[in-house]
């Protein structure tokens, strides 16, 4: 697969979120470096939700030891964590 842009990224991310864990266009509010978790955005099921998304999108693996806040915890956070796994 070539390599994805992080603008794309972002915005696949974004679309992600609202669609499975907004109610409406919430996302506006949310910043690139905002916590999932401390906003209260997604739990420990939502991360098994994002992580299987993150899967069939961009077909790549993430391993238990990967599923980590530094990796999947912000939007920045997994630009640069599927940038990574992809490269």
């Known amino acids: 697969m070539p390599p994805i842009e992080?603008?794309?990224?972002?915005?696949?991310?974004?679309?992600?979120?609202?669609?499975?864990?907004?109610?409406?266009?919430?996302?506006d509010e949310l910043a690139d470096s905002d916590s999932f978790m401390q906003k209260g955005i997604i739990d420990s099921t939502g991360v098994l939700e994002l992580t299987s998304f993150l899967?069939?999108?961009?077909?790549?693996?993430?391993?238990?030891?990967?599923?980590?806040?530094?990796?999947l915890d912000t939007v920045a956070n997994l630009v640069g964590f599927i940038t990574r796994k992809m490269s």
């Open 6 to 27: 992080a603008a794309t990224l972002r915005t696949d991310i974004r679309e992600f979120i609202a669609e499975t864990f907004f109610v409406g266009d919430e996302t």
């Open 55 to 71: 899967e069939e999108k961009y077909n790549l693996t993430v391993e238990d030891e990967e599923m980590i806040p530094d990796n």
